[in-house]
């Protein structure tokens, strides 16, 4: 099962950030959180992973609490394109990625 | 560098048969994942090979099975063909195993079985 909790959906305006949240309440110290995002039938897309501290690359904010309960994903200024399902993934040490249901996230114009 | 690929990208087969999938990871990568989507269980991960050993293997029956090659192309075999085999088949490609290590996705098989 996975890991993780997420929304089960959410709207954003285009052009404004979106805040994707994610609970992993019994994460362990040596997992890592990952996020990852699917685009109707397409192979899924890696976005950001991190530990312990936040994380920033050309796509995405990667935000962590200090206790490693939850983490929230940003992405800055949203497009039509980034409408897709994303998965928060809290990745066992030695296994492989168990993705839950995601979030599906649909920026309206 | 070129991302991971996958063949045949759609493929129609009966009930009984069998099918082989092929996946190139990336340049350099060693370890090689495939997983299964459907809509009623979404991506549930299949097996995953690093230099030619399986070292994972996910709850599927023993008609599914894969292999990995010298040069870290993979294939899944899916024996004994059932309706609810139809999904898109995902292989996605890591540089090493381990749990910090970032997987790289292909665009998927989409296997039909009629």
Request: aromatic fraction near 4%; hydrophobic fraction near 25%; charge should be neutral.
């Given at each position: 099962d996975a890991k993780t909790t997420q929304p089960t959906s959410m709207d954003c305006a285009e052009g404004r950030a979106a805040n994707l949240p994610c609970n992993h309440?019994?994460?362990?110290?040596n997992e890592y959180v990952y996020w990852y995002r699917q685009i109707h039938s397409q192979g899924p897309q890696y976005i950001i992973h991190g530990l312990k501290n936040n994380e920033t690359n050309e796509m995405a904010s990667l935000i962590i609490t200090e206790d490693r309960k939850s983490s929230t994903l940003i992405l800055p200024h949203a497009t039509l394109r980034d409408t897709a399902v994303y998965y928060c993934i809290v990745r066992v040490y030695g296994q492989n990625f168990v993705f839950g249901p995601g979030t599906r996230l649909s920026v309206l114009p | 560098k070129a991302g991971v690929t996958q063949t045949p990208r759609y493929l129609i087969k009966t009930r009984g048969q069998q099918v082989t999938l092929s996946c190139s990871p990336i340049s350099g990568h060693r370890s090689v994942s495939w997983y299964q989507q459907t809509p009623g269980q979404g991506l549930q991960f299949l097996f995953e090979y690093f230099s030619e050993t399986q070292r994972n293997k996910g709850n599927?029956?023993?008609?599914f099975s894969g292999r990995q090659f010298s040069n870290s192309r993979s294939e899944m075999n899916v024996s004994t063909?059932?309706?609810?085999?139809?999904a898109l088949y995902l292989c996605a490609s890591s540089f090493?195993?381990?749990?910090?290590d970032t997987q790289y996705f292909g665009p998927g098989t989409r296997l039909t079985v009629l």
């Open positions: 309440s019994t994460i362990s110290g | 599927f029956p023993g008609r063909l059932e309706l609810g085999d139809s090493r195993q381990g749990a910090g």
